[in-house]
């Protein structure tokens, strides 16, 4: 289960709006002080994205919630969304050369446009599946955390 902690900014009969910061893959690493990337990535604000779900207990707003979702969602929508225009590349570049060599045209030329043709129409089938695939998929409560704490500094 990929976990994540949310903010609660809403809660109404039942329903917990939750709010979680999307999280950049830079600035993790031993080298995150000296990579142009990181730089970059730290100029960009943060971003969020909110959304609701079913909550049993109720909840206040500026609540931390432990939210899960299971892995195969995840490993499913990559396969859809990276695998799939793969094998349409693959399958459709295989049908481009037979197609081609049966007309005695050129096999390379044929292979290559058939290949991206059909690569770019099975990511599109891909991202549709991959879209029904995250509306399905609810993030589920693992835990309440409560509210979250503050550091109060003395200063002399």
Known sequence: MMEEIARVVDYQQGWATV??????????????ENCGTSTIAKAFSVQTQRFSLPSDKPCHK??????GLPESVIIKAAALV?????????????????????L???????????GALGAL???????????????????????????????????H
């Open 19 to 32: 709010e979680v910061e999307l999280k950049s893959a830079c600035n993790h690493c031993a080298s995150s």
């Open 62 to 67: 500026g609540d931390l919630l432990k939210i």
């Open 82 to 102: 990276y695998l799939l225009p793969l094998l349409g590349l693959f399958l459709s570049a295989l049908v481009g050369q037979i197609l081609a060599a049966g």
């Open 104 to 114: 005695g045209l050129s096999t390379n030329g044929f292979a290559m446009v058939f």
């Open 121 to 155: 129409v099975a990511w599109f089938i891909g991202k549709h599946f991959a879209a029904q695939l995250e509306a399905q998929a609810t993030p589920v409560i693992i835990a309440y955390l409560g509210q979250e704490v503050g550091i109060i500094s003395a200063s």
